[in-house]
């Protein structure tokens, strides 16, 4: 007998858990090596136990179960638990059964060893410009979509799956995506995707020669790219979102962009510039990859729609839920030209791992009953609220910094002084507050001057510490110029 799983079976929670454990405890005991099988027994009892894997307040299962489950006898069991009793292992109680003891949690080993590090500032405020606000994820709507949906699933909906997603899902999401985005999508030609990032590394694996990016964007995007053997070629960036006139000269064959708000410096591709990206990539046979992230939320006049309603033959549009639900959902779309479907199909395989199934049927039917539509339209006004606050918060104790990229999305960039940014970080992590710079977005070949400047993420805070989180970054941002503060006293 090497080394057994248990699963004591068929406990019920009052009887085998303490509040907030698991109804069942899967036990991994290693009863190999010397000596008798009760001491080897008590070995892998105290290590389970050192090593964190049994919790105090744990309660291990009857002799008779785990003696069963180990295929020794009762005797040994008992014995082994009632001498882990006396060595203050373990609790003994009538009525309560046999417990890891409260105090029988030393450390592992190896981590009592380690030297101790200084401890980590703590992260009281976050401002990271990654995620929406998770206490809004709306539960019980798409908890009723799902109800709905799994009921209403044909079987063959939890066989393998297709790799070009569910059906329900294309079928709504050419409908949603024309309507709110204008996209001119068919749902032959949209692929789901586990997320943007998914999208982007199944067309790296396709594309060839290097691609074009912004000089500012994420550096995890630019090393999906790297990744996929293709190198990314930076695109200046100004008020008027990317130089696509310098397209031609980077000798890329695909431009990803980020069209509707340009992440992170905030604005919108100018018109002239959509038409003029279209252009490029008709005249060169490229392709513009559309980053769609966050075109559901646009504050201050109608949404931008996509580009690619205007030549669905030469643009990639990869739309995700990841801000307008949850990061944590990990679900996209494709929606591709149609001589890149059988690509792209071929690059994810022949059957779906990535998006399951349950998640797709549930949002094709909480877009379908109006519920999506509800929860943007809810989100939009909740975010709209708090870059409003964002701003007038500003405005009243640093007035002197200049707050951009505000009329979409979920961020906002504050300008900083020349060489003020790292001081103004390490000002935030003093504060509590994580948040991010523009420096390690800058595409690391931009012949761009670096720009310093704070990216503030205003999703994520729940509600009730919003404004502690923007005191907070009040306190931490650098005062005025000197000569601006002396003008009173010449
Ligand atoms: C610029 C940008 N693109 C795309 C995404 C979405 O990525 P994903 O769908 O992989 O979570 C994000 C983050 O939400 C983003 O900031």
Redesign the pocket.
């Known amino acids: 007998m090497a080394e057994t799983w248990v699963n004591p079976r068929g406990r019920s929670a009052d009887e085998g858990t303490l509040p907030g454990q698991a109804a069942g405890t899967d036990l991994h005991l290693p009863l190999s090596g010397e000596g008798s099988l009760r001491s080897r027994l008590m070995h892998a009892l105290r290590e389970a136990i050192r090593s964190g894997r049994l919790a105090p307040g744990t309660r291990l299962p009857p002799y008779r179960s785990l003696a069963s489950d180990l295929g020794i006898a009762r005797n040994t069991v008992a014995g082994a638990y009632a001498e882990l009793v006396e060595e203050g292992w373990l609790t003994a109680r009538q009525g309560s059964g046999t417990r890891v003891a409260r105090r029988a949690s030393p450390l592992p080993p190896d981590q009592a060893r380690r030297p101790r590090r200084p401890a980590r500032r703590r992260i009281l405020h976050d401002l990271m410009?990654?995620?929406p606000d998770a206490a809004a994820f709306p539960r019980s709507a798409w908890l009723s979509s799902a109800r709905r949906a799994v009921a209403a699933a044909p079987n063959d909906a939890f066989s393998v799956g297709d790799p070009r997603g569910r059906t329900e899902l294309r079928g709504t999401l050419t409908e949603y995506l024309a309507r709110a985005r204008g996209v001119r999508a068919a749902p032959d030609r949209i692929v789901i995707c586990?997320?943007?990032?998914?999208?982007l590394e199944l067309l790296s694996s396709v594309l060839k020669g290097p691609v074009a990016v912004e000089s500012y964007?994420?550096d995890f995007?630019r090393s999906i790219i790297g990744k996929a053997g293709l190198r990314s070629v930076p695109l200046t960036v100004d008020s008027y979102g990317a130089r696509v006139d310098e397209l031609p000269d980077t000798g890329a064959g695909a431009v990803l962009l980020?069209p509707a708000h340009q992440?992170?410096t905030g604005g919108p591709l100018h018109p002239e510039r959509r038409a003029a990206v279209i252009d490029w990539a008709r005249s060169s046979g490229g392709l513009l990859v559309e980053?769609d992230?966050?075109g559901e939320f646009r504050y201050d006049r109608q949404p931008v729609g996509a580009v690619q309603g205007l030549d669905p033959d030469r643009v990639v549009y990869?739309g995700?839920?990841?801000?307008s639900l949850s990061?944590a959902l990990?679900l996209?779309w494709m929606v591709l030209p149609g001589w890149l479907v059988d690509d792209i199909l071929a690059a994810k395989g022949p059957r779906e791992m990535w998006s399951g199934v349950v998640d797709q049927l549930t949002l094709a039917d909480f877009i379908a009953c109006g519920a999506y539509d509800r929860h943007l339209r809810r989100m939009r006004q909740h975010y709209q609220r708090r870059r409003d606050l964002l701003v007038s918060t500003l405005a009243a104790t640093a007035p002197h910094i200049e707050v951009s990229g505000i009329a979409a999305g979920l961020h906002a960039v504050l300008e900083l002084p020349e060489n003020t940014e790292e001081a103004a970080l390490r000002a935030a992590r003093r504060h509590g507050l994580a948040l991010d710079g523009l420096h390690p977005y800058r595409h690391p070949d931009s012949t761009m001057p670096p720009r310093d400047g704070l990216v503030i993420g205003y999703g994520t805070p729940p509600d009730h510490a919003f404004t502690a989180a923007l005191d907070a970054l009040s306190l931490a941002l650098p005062g005025p110029p000197l000569d601006d503060r002396c003008t009173a006293f010449p």
């Open positions: 410009p990654s995620s586990s997320g943007f990032a998914h999208g964007g994420l995007h980020t992440f992170p980053d992230y966050d990869i995700s839920t990841s801000k990061p990990r996209g």
